[in-house]
DNA sequence: TATGTAAGTGTACAATCTACATTAATAATT
DNA sequence: AATTATTAATGTAGATTGTACACTTACATA
């Protein structure tokens, strides 16, 4: 019969998660420096395995939160990797994440007790298994995600600049882009608020502080909108 | 320990495919009614487990094989989804594909074998699981690919009118597309040859046809062009 | 008070998108 | 042979959006 579920063959399913992070050095992503076999000692995503009793979306929130003590963060699913001997010890097959965090934001201690460290996406250590491919799938995906919708503010500090928020995607689309340009479009979304407060640290002028405006933000959504950088 | 292969829990898992097809009447997918339990004789998508020493890509292809007959066709994975109960005999995660296929093309004693059946999209039974959360995930995904790929030629005859583009693309977007802008869209990506031929169907004075260029469109494709319809 | 540094701001031109109506070719009918 | 009915084919003007580009302002420091 072609459909029975008692002649199926079950496997383990594995979670990846592509942690992007961002501070004044530019993007990177959180790595971990395995302790156990196969490839002890050598740079992997963070990951791990489904429970029996969990949805996927639960699992890369449970590892996400294992390793840098941090909740509710924005994560997504991105593509499920299945080549017979991606995992040298047993057939696993793997279903990555990404999520997008502020590096300030998360508990270090925890990050270094996992031997855990942040790397420039564009300066990371060879990764194990299948884990290169599913970093620059990560990147695309996060590519496209700034060009509908304004993803990215999770990377910054609650109160940004605009220097840093055009860096950002300077880092993300990793091209450079024109500072006036970049302002009014970003202004036409009409989704920040402008603080009275400036940034002092940057410049002698002073450069105002911005926070990201969720409730305008959110009733924009429904005419979702692009925007092209 | 964190990370141990021994302890963790193996699941089935399974491929669903939403497989899409075009003919006059609009745009359509492909279904099939269980002969097995559980569920027994409500619609379904068609689908599979995957086995052992099989890729994901694979056994979608395997399985659009099985049904229609068809081989080469344009499959995209697109979402893994894990609900505890979705399968009420046993813990399955699915991963659910996407393919274009035309109508014509596939052999359709197979397709009755199987009890399957095409149905327009808007007017398609109701689905046993999470299929129809499916169905709707690739609909939009297949809306957002047709602006950066002309995908869709997959969908229709060899040879072709404009007017059949056009429907089909009217289909897709479900919206009404302005003639002229778009023959003059399609045209300015030259990725079409229009032959001497004329389609006496459809009007007395005939309509071109048209086939889709591959090496033309192969060629272009670096430079990725968006289609905004 | 002068100087140096990054912040803040507007415009003109180019490219793209959108809305829209007439003529052309032919088969069928008389 | 002429008329009619049907769909195909085609271009343009105006609006919107994108792009390239340079000077002034505010302030801390010397």
Partial sequence: ????????????????????????EGLKILLIQRDFEPEKGKWSLIGGFLKRDEV?????????NTYTGLNDIYMEQLYAYSEINRDPVER???????????????????IQNYHAEWFPINDAP????????????????LRYKTSVKPIGFEL???KFTM????????AILSKELDKRNFISKINSL???????????????????????NKEKYEEKLQNNFALNL
Same sequence: chains 1, 2.
């Avoid at 990404?98 to 934001?105: D, G, K, T, V």
């Avoid at 220097?163 to 300077?170: A, G, M, P, T, V």
Wanted: glycine share 2%.
């Fill in 126 to 141: 060879n990764l194990i298994f299948d884990h290169n491919e599913m970093v620059q799938n990560a990147i695309k995906r």
């Fill in 163 to 170: 220097r840093q928020l055009l860096e950002l995607y300077e």
């Fill in 1 to 24: 019969m072609l459909n029975s579920y008692s002649s199926a063959d079950k496997v383990l399913l594995a979670v990846d998660c592509i942690i992007f992070g961002f501070d004044n």
């Fill in 190 to 212: 009409d989704i920040l608020n402008k603080l009275d407060e400036k940034d002092m640290q940057s410049s002698r002028k002073g450069s105002y502080l911005y926070t990201f």
């Fill in 156 to 158: 910054l500090p609650e």
């Fill in 56 to 64: 996927l979306d639960s699992a890369a929130t449970r590892i996400l």
């Fill in 92 to 110: 696993t097959v793997s279903v990555s994440y990404f999520a997008l965090i502020n590096i300030e934001n998360h508990n270090a201690e925890l």
